[in-house]
């Protein structure tokens, strides 16, 4: 029987210290509520970088120099994502970004398991939209802390109690309003902090890092005289929230039950500062996490951890795929040997990167909590977990069942050699989801039809491959389970014209229609049919 508890050495405690330092984090919004914007005032707040523009330089200088994302440029979206590392206040900060757009909902979902807090950015104007809800549920799968951010304050937007309102309803989430804005667009004031019985002045400004004027004290008569027409509403409103608000739980936001929530303007590079440091007080450093057979903390000295991401195309001049892997537990070091789980065989780690904001740079020291990219020429999939000594294999990275089916049509078909290693290369990369059917037929599966447009043009600019997609009468997916092996068999003579094999090799059941699966499940009551499955 395998051991279900952590080793009882004690933890080395410098290892247990530079965890306890590390905060890793994702932004979480709907498309234009501001998410760019924040992490560069982040970057910029954290002296990452020195001057507003560098996030937004970095992507158009990417879309300048890579081909296949003409189709990021053409739509005006973000299709990559990345990770940034910066150190603030003695502590180092990993932010994950997350593509907001969502036809690639799915690399989404694959960050957010690599995360241990999420800033929700909410536009003030427009409140909960349709992205926001499926990410907050997403979070909601591992209970991740949020952090909730309403921009653009300095922009005529809604009422603060509607919006207030709306979050918890919708988002079934309470809010523990942290800062009060004072008036909006052009006559926004600032914020009051409640905790902190201040006010924070605001100054529209874009280009620098600059400390709000600060005014104490909510009876303070220096407020009368600045904000005449606002104040009084001001502490009528900061009366009626302390009486009726959800007072900060640190437990409560540490459950996922409870965000606390800052207004500002992100543009304005108001409330940012706010944000950084909630995230150095109250979000949590690496925590624990499901190594499969036991619970590994992350101040284990054995290094572990998974492949949550695989991305091409970094960097165009280079043509390589860098598997984004976070760190679990022990420290990594350049040269290190490890085990590769699924593949039962050692590894050697050397060059790991690690991605600062307008670079990659070679990784030095990595404990929980860090982000390194692997070089990776395919041995490599996502959910992989690497190891020192003990067989681990870290939980949750899902894949959905896809909602829309393509068949691949080569229009030369001297290239289907070609064709397959696309694919397959893609699929292991999760750009698309790509079964293989009876006879060697390409199914790919996607949740946006975006994913589609991205992969025709990867075949063609990395394997050479003009393909057509053409739609599929396949209505859903659903990965299969046998309670033995006569009734595996028995199913695949049965259902053989209905089967498929996923990139890492599980069968899957291709339903043409809705009522085609229930007739099938209803047949073969002890087969499991599932509409996600985890990696690894
Ligand atoms: P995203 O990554 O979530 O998609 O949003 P992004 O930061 O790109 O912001 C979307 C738009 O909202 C941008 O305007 C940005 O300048 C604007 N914005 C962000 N924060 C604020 C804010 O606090 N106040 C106001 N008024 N606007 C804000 P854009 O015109 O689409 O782009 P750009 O030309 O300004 O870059």
């Known amino acids: 029987m395998s051991d279900t508890s952590p080793p009882d050495t004690p933890f080395p405690p410098e290892l247990l210290r530079d965890v306890e330092r590390r905060r890793t984090f994702g932004i979480i919004s709907h498309p234009d509520a501001g998410k760019t ?31 296949w994302m ?28 997350t593509p907001g757009h969502q036809d690639f909902s799915e690399d989404t979902y694959r960050v957010l398991t690599a995360v241990d807090a999420a800033v929700m950015v909410i536009d003030a104007a427009k409140g909960v939209e349709a992205q926001t809800i499926k990410l907050l549920e997403v979070c909601r799968l591992r209970n991740t802390p949020i952090i909730t951010f309403v921009n653009k304050m300095d922009r005529e937007v809604r009422e603060t109690f ?46 620098k890092r600059s400390e709000a004027e600060v005014i104490k004290g909510i009876a303070n008569a220096q407020l ?3 904000f005449p027409l606002e104040v009084e509403k001001l502490r009528e409103e900061v009366e009626l929230i302390q009486g ?32 950084l440091q ?36 970094m960097d165009p001049k280079h043509r390589d795929r860098i598997a984004f892997f976070r760190i679990c537990s022990g420290r990594y070091s350049s040269g290190m040997k490890v085990k590769h789980v699924r593949m039962g065989r050692e590894m050697k780690l050397a060059n790991a990167l690690t991605f600062m904001a307008n670079e990659r740079v070679l990784m030095e020291d990595g404990v929980a909590g860090d982000i390194i990219g692997i070089h990776n020429h395919g041995q490599l999939h996502i959910g992989d977990t690497l190891t020192e000594g003990e067989n681990l294999g870290y939980k949750g990275i899902p894949y959905f069942s896809p909602e829309m089916f393509s068949a691949a049509r080569l229009r030369d ?21 790509v079964f293989e059917q009876e006879g060697g037929n390409m199914l790919l599966g996607a949740v946006g039809q975006l994913q589609f447009e991205v992969v025709a043009q990867r075949l063609k600019d990395e394997y050479k491959v003009d393909a057509i997609f053409e739609s599929a009468e396949i209505h859903t997916a659903r990965w299969l389970t046998f309670p033995d092996d006569l009734t595996r068999r028995n199913f695949e003579r049965e259902q053989g014209m209905r089967l498929g094999k996923d990139v890492d090799g599980n069968p899957v059941y291709l339903a043409t229609s809705r009522y085609n699966l229930e007739v099938t499940r209803e047949k073969w009551p002890k087969v499991g049919f599932h509409a996600t499955r985890e990696h690894g």
């Open 244 to 275: 009726a608000s959800h007072p900060f739980s640190l437990g409560d936001f540490l459950a996922g039950k409870q965000t606390p929530v800052f207004f500002g303007s992100g543009i304005n590079n108001f409330g940012v500062q706010e944000i």
């Open 278 to 313: 909630a995230l150095l007080d109250w979000a949590p450093p690496p925590q624990p996490r499901d190594g499969g057979t036991r619970l590994v903390m992350p101040a284990e000295a054995p290094f572990s951890g998974f492949v949550f991401k695989i991305q091409a195309n």
């Open 162 to 207: 509607d919006l207030l309102q709306e979050i918890e309803e919708v988002l079934k989430i309470d809010c523990a309003p942290i800062t009060w804005p004072i008036g909006m667009g052009k006559t926004f004031r600032g914020v009051y902090h409640l905790l902190e019985d201040r006010v924070l002045r605001f100054a529209a400004g874009e280009e």
């Open 70 to 97: 003409e189709v990021e440029k053409q739509r005006g979206i973000s299709v990559t994502s990345s990770v940034m590392q910066f150190d603030y206040a003695g502590h180092t900060i990993n932010l994950l970004d």
């Open 37 to 67: 914007t924040l992490t560069e005032k982040l970057l910029l707040f954290g002296g990452a970088i020195q001057l507003a523009g560098t996030v937004k330089a970095r992507k158009s200088a990417r879309h300048a120099t890579s081909d």
């Open 224 to 226: 009368d005289e600045l």
């Open 413 to 433: 078909p001297l290239k289907a050699k070609q064709l397959q290693k696309g694919l397959q290369e893609l699929g292991e990369e999760g750009a698309i989801q």
